[in-house]
C-alpha cells in the first residue's frame, strides 16, 4: 500500500492544458527520487518516509520538534545527536542514530544527514541515487548560533527547503545583539525587584538562550524546558546550571517557560515579573502586541538565509514547504529555477 | 531616533528613562511629539512603500505579499530595507530633516534617514514622514483635550435591517466596541454595499465583519461606565466622516483615549 502513497512530483506539479500531467514517459527518465503524498516525503527506492505526518513503516526524521517527530511508527533513523531528545518525547520507540555525514545503502538509494543548525541533532537529510542527489532541508537556519551544530550546504540537484520565514520583512540582527537586549531587560528586571520570565519553545530556543545569555544571576527553567535540557547537558552541549522551578524564585532570576504555560496562571507564584518573549515572529508589530517584551529570535533562515541556502546547494529544482509557500515559489521561479511547493 | 523608537514600542526604555538619557534637543523634540505636534507630511504609505521596494529591489508582487503578512504599511516598508549603516541620525534630526523636506526631495530626503537607521526606528520615520505617527505610549503625557473631541474607530458589527454600525477602538489586539452609532454620511450606501458583501459572521440581526473601515467620531465627552464592554462611554457621539483609505491598524487605542480625558 505504501507504494502508492502519492502521486510523483511531477504529475502533482505541471499540470498540462486538458488536464493530463507530465509523466514518466515525457521528459523524465525515471521516477522521481522523492514523493510528495499524505503522509509526508517519500522515497519509494528506499521504502521510507521523511518527516511523516502519520504513523508509517520506516520514519527518518530530521529533528525532535513535534511536528517533525511524531509517535507510532515501526522504525526511525535520525542523527546520533537528535535521538536522545527524540527518545525522551517519544518514548519506546524502535530507532537507529547516524553519524553526520555517514553514508547509508537503504533499498536502491544512499541517504547521510548534514548539519541543519536549527536545533542540537537537527540534520538535511540527502538521498542519492545513481548520482542524482534530491536534498530535504527539514529546519534550519544558516547563521552560526554558536550552540547547536552549524548548518552546512549539501550540493544537490533537487533542494526540498522550508520557507516558515520566506519574505522579504524577515532580516535577522546577529545573535549577539539580541542577546545583550535579553541581558539588558534582566538585569533592568533584577534591579526593579521583577523576576525575568523568558517565553521559549522548550527544545533548542530554550537552550539557546541558556547557552547564550550572559549570565548575571540564577537561571530557573519551568519542567518542559529543564527535562529537556537536562538530556541535552548530558550530551555534552554546553549549557551551565539552570534549576527547576518549584514554587518561588529569586527576584534576580531568569525563568525560561514554554509560551503556553504563561497563558494560564503558572508563573502566578513567582512573584512580581516581567514578561518577554523570544521568537522569529516577533519581528512582526502585531505579533508583539500584549506579549510584554519582545526579542526577535529565531532557530529559522530569515528571507537572506533562505536564497543563500538555496544558491550554495546549486539545485536546479527547489521545492517550497513550511511557510510562506507560494510568494518563495514564485520568487524562485522568477530567479530561474524550476520551483514547485511539496503538498 | 532608535531610543526614541526604542521607548515608544516599550522596551527597552521607559519615558523617564528615555528623556534622561536624551540630548536637550532630542528631549524637546520628544516632548513636542508626545503632545500632538507633528512634522511635516512628506509622502503617502503607498510611495513610501515603493520607495523602500526599490531600494530592496523586492518585486510589488512580493511587497503585497509581505503587506498581507505584516498588516501595516509603515512598518512593512520598514522592514523591507536593507540593514542600516553609518552613524544613525538623531529625533531631533530627523525631525528637522522633514520638516525642511519638499515633495520634490522627500525621496532622498528618506533614502538618507532610512539607510542610517534600523527597521524599528524607521517604522517611527515612516510615520512621522505620512503624517500617521500615533502616540501609542500610554502613559506619554498627552495635553488635555478639553471636554469632548474626535477620534478615529474602526466598525466591528452592523445591522441587518438598520443602517447602525457599532464602531470599536484597539485594547492590545482586540477591537473593544465603544458606540452604536446611525450611519448618516453622504457615503451610507455605498458602506452598507461593503458591508453585505463582507459579512464574516451573523447573529440573528447583527453582523460582524472585518476590522477595516475607519469612521472619525465626534464627541462631547467621555466617561466610565461599568456596564459596557470597554468600561466607557462616549457622550452625543456621532459619525462624522467616512477615511476608506486610512489603515485600521494606525488607530488611537482605548487607554490613550481615556488617559486624554483625564480616566
Known amino acids: ?343 | 531616533m532608535i531610543a526614541f523608537a526604542a521607548m515608544l514600542a516599550g522596551f527597552p526604555a521607559s519615558l523617564p528613562g528615555y528623556l534622561a538619557q536624551a540630548s536637550e534637543a532630542d528631549r524637546a523634540v520628544a516632548h513636542a511629539l508626545l503632545s500632538g505636534q507633528r512634522p511635516r507630511r512628506v509622502a503617502g504609505l503607498p510611495a513610501l512603500m515603493d520607495w523602500a521596494a526599490e531600494v530592496a529591489q523586492v518585486p510589488d508582487w512580493l511587497v503585497q505579499a509581505s503587506l498581507a503578512a505584516c498588516g501595516d504599511r509603515a512598518e512593512t516598508a520598514a522592514l523591507l530595507l536593507p540593514p542600516a549603516t553609518g552613524t544613525p541620525p538623531t529625533l531631533a534630526e530627523v525631525v528637522a530633516t522633514l520638516n525642511r523636506t519638499t515633495p520634490i526631495t522627500a525621496h532622498s530626503a528618506l533614502l538618507g534617514l532610512w539607510c542610517r537607521l534600523p527597521p524599528l526606528a524607521n517604522h517611527c520615520v515612516n510615520r512621522l514622514a505620512s503624517g500617521t505617527f500615533r502616540t501609542i505610549y500610554p502613559t506619554a503625557p498627552v495635553p488635555p483635550s478639553g471636554p469632548g473631541g474626535s477620534v478615529l474607530a474602526v466598525m466591528v458589527l452592523a445591522q441587518a435591517a438598520s443602517p447602525d454600525i457599532t464602531v470599536a477602538l484597539w485594547q492590545d489586539t482586540t477591537p473593544v466596541p465603544i458606540a452604536r452609532l446611525p450611519l448618516t454620511l453622504p457615503d451610507t450606501p455605498r458602506i452598507m454595499a461593503w458591508i453585505r458583501a463582507n459579512v464574516s459572521k451573523k447573529f440573528g440581526p447583527v453582523r460582524q465583519v472585518p476590522p477595516v473601515q475607519v469612521f472619525r467620531i465626534t464627541f462631547d465627552g467621555l466617561t466610565r461606565n461599568a456596564r459596557r464592554k470597554s468600561g466607557y462611554e462616549l457622550q452625543a457621539a456621532q459619525i462624522v466622516e467616512w477615511l476608506p483609505e486610512a489603515q485600521a491598524d494606525t488607530l488611537t487605542v482605548l487607554d490613550a483615549l481615556a488617559a486624554q480625558n483625564g480616566l
Open chain 1, 1 to 343: 500500500m505504501r507504494f502508492r502513497a502519492g502521486l510523483p512530483v511531477f504529475w502533482a506539479e505541471n499540470p498540462l492544458p486538458g488536464g493530463r500531467f507530465m509523466g514518466y514517459a515525457v521528459g523524465m527518465a525515471h521516477d522521481p527520487i522523492l514523493t510528495f503524498s499524505q503522509k509526508g516525503i517519500y522515497c519509494p527506492d528506499g521504502d521510507f518516509f521523511i518527516d511523516p505526518t502519520h504513523a508509517v513503516g520506516r520514519a527518518l526524521v530530521t529533528h525532535g520538534h513535534s511536528d517533525h517527530a511524531r509517535r507510532g511508527s515501526d522504525s526511525y533513523l535520525c542523527t546520533d545527536a537528535a535521538l536522545p531528545v527524540i527518545r525522551h518525547r517519544l518514548g519506546r520507540i524502535t530507532a537507529e542514530g547516524i553519524a553526520y555525514g555517514e553514508r547509508r545503502q537503504i533499498g536502491s538509494v544512499t541517504v547521510s544527514f548534514h548539519p541543519a543548525g536549527h536545533v542540537p541533532g537537527s540534520a538535511q537529510i540527502r538521498v542519492e541515487r545513481a548520482g542524482e542527489v534530491w536534498v530535504v532541508s527539514g529546519d534550519y537556519k544558516v547563521a552560526d548560533d554558536g550552540f547547536c551544530e552549524a548548518f552546512a550546504p549539501v550540493a544537490c540537484d533537487t533542494f526540498i527547503t522550508e520557507c516558515t520565514f520566506g519574505l522579504p520583512i524577515f532580516q535577522w540582527r546577529p545573535d549577539a545583539q539580541v542577546l545583550a537586549d535579553i541581558a539588558a531587560w534582566w538585569a533592568q528586571n533584577a534591579s526593579e525587584g521583577r523576576v525575568s520570565v523568558l517565553a521559549a519553545y522548550s527544545f533548542g530556543k530554550a537552550q539557546r538562550l541558556i547557552a547564550g545569555i550572559p549570565p548575571q544571576g540564577p537561571i530557573f527553567a519551568h519542567g518542559a524546558v529543564q527535562d529537556v535540557t537536562d538530556v541535552l547537558r548530558d550530551q555534552g552541549y554546553p549549557l551551565g546550571p539552570t534549576f527547576r522551578v518549584d514554587g518561588a524564585v529569586p527576584r534576580d532570576a531568569l525563568v525560561i517557560a514554554p509560551p503556553n504555560v504563561l497563558n494560564g496562571d503558572w508563573a502566578a507564584d513567582l512573584g512580581p515579573v516581567s514578561v518577554g518573549f523570544a521568537s522569529g515572529w516577533m519581528a512582526l508589530g502585531a505579533r508583539r502586541r500584549g506579549v510584554g517584551a519582545a526579542f526577535t529570535l529565531s532557530d529559522h533562515a530569515d528571507w537572506p538565509g533562505l536564497l543563500q541556502a538555496v544558491r550554495e546547494t546549486g539545485a536546479t529544482r527547489v521545492f517550497a514547504t513550511h511557510g510562506y509557500v507560494e510568494p518563495f515559489r514564485r520568487w524562485l521561479e522568477g530567479a530561474g529555477y524550476d520551483a514547485g511547493i511539496v503538498r
